[in-house]
Nanobody, 126 residues
Framework: QVQLVESGGGLVQAGGSLRVSCAVSGRTFGSYAMGWFRQAPGKEREFVAAITGRDSSTLYADSVKGLFTISRDNAKNTVYLQMNSLNSDDTAVYYC???????????????????WGQGTQVTVSS
């Protein structure tokens, strides 16, 4: 079984930065595609960023491109999301997700991921 645990959320001022982490228990973490999603109060869960397991290729939602950076450390079984220039629109619960099946997938589609963490709250003051 694969377990994901997010951490690093908290309160940050507008314009500031924050890095959230996701620790993964999978034995073959290096082969997993990983994604970050977020959900603000009253809104649908939306795709934020993804990183492949093969070559660590990264993909971003247009809303965060150039501001957020997804990365992974396979030796630590951890994926990160570095968030810069935060504003109130970034306030949400941030979830990490893993796709362990391999093969092709739609990185923006929640249902294409196999495992999910419980989320970590990020609140941006304004």
């Amino acid at each position: 079984q694969v377990q994901l645990v997010e951490s690093g959320g908290g309160l940050v001022q507008a314009g500031g930065s924050l890095r959230v982490s996701c620790a993964v228990s999978g034995r073959t973490f290096g082969s997993y595609a990983m994604g970050w999603f977020r959900q603000a109060p009253g809104k649908e869960r939306e795709f934020v960023a993804a990183i492949t397991g093969r070559d660590s290729s990264t993909l971003y939602a247009d809303s965060v491109k150039g501001l957020f950076t997804i990365s992974r450390d396979n030796a630590k079984n951890t994926v990160y999301l570095q968030m810069n220039s935060l504003n109130s629109d970034d306030t949400a619960v941030y979830y990490c997700a893993a796709r362990a099946r391999g093969g092709t997938y739609s990185y923006r589609r929640s249902l294409d991921y196999d495992y999910w963490g419980q989320g970590t709250q990020v609140t941006v003051s304004s």
